[in-house]
């Protein structure tokens, strides 16, 4: 027979098909057959309960993503990457420590997930951007009156081992340089693009937005 954490895992996933974020009239998880082995298997209260929590816990993370969506500007990706992190969180504090009440989330629950994440032997650099995420998440629900504390502010994020950036060499510099067809009609263009990248360490995407407004030609300076 199926298990509460079965339903629950059942739940999340058939709220979260794919899409990254659903409307309620889009909350399909009441699957007929399956919620009345568990109303059969379990209390009528116990059964209302996590159901009732996963469908609050799901229009948090909603309105979460909405508010990074809106205020922040954050794309779509990085938005996806925020829902996994939420959504592994929440089946940990429903399944592993039995809450269903996201205001009932201590310190200690924190630090279990904190174990939980070194046991699945995620690295130091996913461990610390989930805890960051769910930093924020407790900070919007604290904001909105969700929570009267923040647990997640005394925990600490595993130290990351700063690693030097791979440079080119001079040498390679000149390769790809020459490499540039010198007869071809966009040659000084691509040169410059090229130029521009190296010796002011430009990235991709302040490059694809340079404007001719950014050069200050008479100190021969670029901002």
């Known amino acids: 027979m199926p298990s509460r954490n079965a339903f629950i895992a059942f739940t999340w996933k058939s709220i979260f098909n794919g899409d990254l974020m659903l409307n309620p009239s889009e909350y399909n998880f009441l699957n007929p057959y399956f919620s009345l082995i568990i109303l ?114 005394s925990i600490d994020t595993p130290k990351v081992a700063k690693k030097l950036p791979n440079i080119l060499t001079v040498e390679e510099i000149d390769k790809i340089l020459n490499f540039i067809p010198r007869k071809a009609p966009m040659s000084m263009r691509d040169i410059a693009i090229f130029e521009m990248m190296y010796s002011c360490g430009l990235r991709v995407t302040e490059l694809c937005n340079f404007k001719i407004s950014n050069i200050f030609w008479d100190t021969e300076m670029i901002r």
Do not use: W
């Not at 948090?60 to 954050?74: C, M, R, T």
């Open 40 to 153: 059969l298997t379990s209390s009528v209260y116990e059964f209302a309960s996590f159901t009732i929590s996963i469908f609050l816990f799901v229009t948090f993370i909603k309105e979460f993503l909405k508010v990074l969506k809106i205020e922040k500007g954050l794309a779509k990706n990085s938005l996806q990457s925020y829902k996994r992190d939420l959504i592994k969180y929440h089946l940990f504090i429903q399944k592993r420590q039995r809450l269903e009440d996201i205001a009932k989330v201590k310190e200690r629950n924190l630090r279990a997930y904190v174990r939980f994440l070194n046991a699945e032997n995620m690295s130091a650099n996913s461990i610390k951007r989930a805890i960051s995420c769910i930093r924020t998440y407790h900070k919007f629900l604290l904001t909105e009156g969700k929570m009267d504390h923040n647990p997640v502010l």
